[in-house]
Antibody, heavy 119, light 111 residues
Framework: QVLLQESGPGLVKPSETLSLTCTVS????????WTWIRQPPGKGLEWIGY???????KYNPSLKSRVTMSVDTSKNQFSLKLSSVTAADTAIYYC?????????????WGQGTMVTVSS | QSVLTQPPSVSGAPGQRVTISCTGS?????????VHWYQHLPGTAPKFLIY???NRPSGVPDRFSGSKSGTSASLAISGLQAEDEADYYC???????????FGSGTKVTVL
């Protein structure tokens, strides 16, 4: 079973850039779409966007101006950058995989990493 | 505020059947986009429960079932068990927002 593990700073200062990496193990990053989803404290899930192993991306329009996703197939990793962060970006960030042949269903999730935006 | 509305909570006794609604609109569920469901225990990774409105991934008990009609979808849990106590989220695509969206979430309590 493929495993996903998020890594990155747990604390980011306001106005700076949040950077997270997801490492895919026990499976290949190729042929799949990969997503980032977040959950602010006490709130529901929010889709941030997805990236295909080929590099094709689609971002949530509400975050599009601040989001950049990239993929490194040689390292079996994909990454998220969110610029100009504010306290509203404080959340648990999940990296995940889109199930093949579905309209965006997420079949594999990382454990999530808490990112706090604070000075 | 989510475009997919779920009841904040539902509850039932062990062995009972509960249903969770997910109400959308003509730009998401009503437009024919698939609905997916997840089970989420705080502090853990969400679990893939239902895809394509009514399909169960391998390993998901048949106590969980999904359906869709018009602009709404539902998740039913039959033979409720203590381990089913969790938050449940629906997900679909919204063409007006051009984004995948999640429901507001429903907490299931086993009495």
């Amino acid at each position: 079973q493929v495993l996903l593990q998020e890594s990155g700073p747990g604390l980011v200062k306001p106005s700076e850039t949040l950077s997270l990496t997801c490492t895919v193990s026990a499976g290949s990053i190729s042929t799949y779409y990969w997503t980032w989803i977040r959950q602010p404290p006490g709130k529901g899930l929010e889709w941030i966007g997805y990236i295909h192993y080929s590099g094709t991306t689609k971002y949530n329009p509400s975050l599009k101006s601040r989001v950049t996703m990239s993929v490194d197939t040689s390292k079996n990793q994909f990454s998220l950058k969110l610029s100009s962060v504010t306290a509203a970006d404080t959340a648990i960030y999940y990296c995940s995989r889109v199930a093949t042949g579905t309209q965006g269903a997420v079949d594999v999730w990382g454990q999530g990493t808490m990112v706090t935006v604070s000075s | 505020q989510s475009v997919l509305t779920q009841p904040p909570s539902v509850s039932g006794a062990p062995g009972q059947r509960v249903t969770i609604s997910c109400t959308g609109s003509s730009s998401n569920i009503g437009a024919g986009y698939d609905v997916h469901w997840y089970q989420h225990l705080p502090g853990t990774a969400p679990k893939f429960l239902i895809y394509g409105s009514s399909n169960r991934p391998s390993g998901v008990p048949d106590r969980f079932s999904g359906s869709k009609s018009g602009t709404s979808a539902s998740l039913a849990i039959s033979g409720l068990q203590a381990e089913d106590e969790a938050d449940y989220y629906c997900q679909s695509y919204d063409s007006s927002l051009s984004a995948y969206v999640f429901g507001s979430g429903t907490k299931v309590t086993v009495l």
